[in-house]
C-alpha cells in the first residue's frame, strides 16, 4: 500500500503507463484489474481513501514492495476520472 501524496511521485509510472498502454477494468469503484496486453499479465489494483489521505495498492511485485507501478498508475488515472464523473453526477 502507498500513499498517493501528488501526481508528480507516481509520474515515472504515469509515464510507463502511457507507453505500455494496460487494460483497467472497473470492478467496482476502487477496485480495478490492469491487464498487460502484451503479456497477458493480471493485476488488482485497489484504490481508498482514509482520512482525507489516497491509498492504493498493487497485487504485481513492485506493488507489493511499496512501489508506484504503471498498473496502479493507470488505475489510479481511471479512478480519477470516475471520481470527478461520480461528483458531476450529485
Ligand atoms: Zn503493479
Known sequence: MIQ??????????ITKARTVKPRVRVNCF??????????????????????GKRFASCTCRAGELGRACYHLAAAVAAHIQ????RAASH
Do not use: F, H, M, P
Open 4 to 13: 498517493l501524496t501528488s501526481a508528480t511521485a507516481i509520474e515515472s509510472a
Open 30 to 51: 476502487g477496485r480495478y484489474t490492469v491487464t498487460n496486453k502484451q503479456t497477458g499479465a493480471t493485476y488488482s489494483v485497489e484504490c481508498l481513501k482514509q482520512d
Open 82 to 85: 470516475l471520481a470527478s464523473e
